[in-house]
């Protein structure tokens, strides 16, 4: 298998991020990571048979985005056998792992009850 650069490790991918800190570049590609789950997957046809294999899809899917070093993807809910819902926000149990350099950002997306909405947020910064 030949070794394939990754993208962020190009110089002039670098370039257009030297206005920012590893911790603020962490930040701006987890939000861009968790935004384009949400986006591209809310509305999925997902069931007890496809729950798992979907939820390795997704992760897979995200591990292509820039500064991603890890991603673990949940799908949570009443599922009935032999039905399928669409997937939504609130069923998305995400924890996303970013690298920037030394910078590890951890960021969320979880249906927050109080909220009655899937928030977005960054749990901890490293």
């Known amino acids: 298998m030949a070794n394939i650069k990754k993208l962020e490790e190009s110089e002039v991918f670098k370039s257009y991020f030297k206005n920012l800190t590893d911790r603020e570049r962490a930040v701006f590609e987890g939000g861009i990571t968790l935004g384009a789950l949400f986006h591209q997957f809310v509305g999925t046809p997902v069931s007890l048979n496809n729950k ?24 949570v809910g009443d599922f009935e056998e032999g039905k399928y819902v669409s997937l939504t926000g609130e069923m998305l149990n995400v924890k996303l792992k970013i690298r920037v350099n030394e910078t590890i950002a951890i960021l969320r997306l979880r249906y927050i009850e109080e909220l009655d909405y899937p928030l977005m947020y960054v749990e901890k910064i490293e």
């Open 52 to 75: 798992e294999s979907l939820e390795k899809a997704i992760e897979e899917a995200m591990k292509n985005q820039p500064c991603v070093e890890d991603i673990e993807v949940k799908i």
